[in-house]
T-cell receptor
């Protein structure tokens, strides 16, 4: 089984709908992240969390919210989806302790907002 | 502010050719970390290598090698004798030494290896 899983893997929705993307990990890592990937722009950080009680905004947090329900679960919500939120979304995890630790990525969720 | 530039948007080579993917970074920190990730057509991101700013030794892993040069702020990635399975998007990323990890990614280089 994959260490970092994301559900759903694909989602098509309409403008104005509320959407939740979920991420679960079995790696036992404290730190979790949400990124979005757009063609030609690479990955950009939306939110990150050091532990259940610590959540921080990333580079592009407007229009998004997150919830860290447990150490292993980190959800990303779009309260009112808009077309320019169409992207590939990745969840990632890393161990604590320093900036040198690599991040482990989930398989991604492809979101299309019509 | 930190920044990573991958000027090569797409590279096409024929199998067995050597290819170098360029990565140039900007940071004000003296301690930082550089990463390369691979994104194959299946879409997942695979960690390839990490390098800290105090270690300028080049690294070789099989057909892969990395050249880190602080003088030119570059961390280039070379694939020797490329194979079709190397076809992917490759991302270079930077993390400053802030006590936690916030990766800043380059825009990626798409490598197409044809038979």
């Amino acid at each position: 089984d994959a260490d970092v899983t994301q559900t759903p893997r694909n989602r098509i929705t309409k403008t104005g709908k509320r959407i939740m993307l979920e991420c679960s990990q079995t790696k036992g890592h404290d730190r979790m992240y949400w990124y979005r990937q757009d063609p030609g722009l690479g990955l950009r950080l939306i939110y990150y969390s050091f532990d259940v009680k610590d959540i921080n905004k990333g580079e592009i947090s407007d229009g998004y919210s997150v919830s860290r329900q447990a150490q292993a679960k980190f959800s990303l919500s779009l309260e009112s989806a808009i077309p320019n939120q169409t992207a590939l979304y990745f969840c990632a995890t890393s161990v604590g302790g320093g900036a040198f630790n690599e991040q482990f990525f989930g398989p991604g969720t492809r979101l299309t907002v019509l | 502010a930190q920044k990573v530039t991958q000027a090569q948007t797409e590279i096409s080579v024929v199998e067995k050719e050597d290819v170098t993917l360029d990565c140039v970074y900007e940071t004000r920190d003296t301690t930082y970390y550089l990463f390369w990730y691979k994104q194959p057509p299946s879409g997942e991101l695979v960690f390839l290598i990490r390098r800290n700013s105090f270690d300028e030794q080049n690294e070789i892993s099989g057909r892969y090698s990395w050249n880190f040069q602080k003088s030119t702020s570059s961390f280039n990635f070379t694939i020797t004798a490329s194979q079709v399975v190397d076809s992917a998007v490759y991302f270079c990323a930077l993390s400053e030494n802030t006590g936690f990890q916030k990766l800043v990614f380059g825009t990626g280089t798409r490598l197409l290896v044809s038979p």
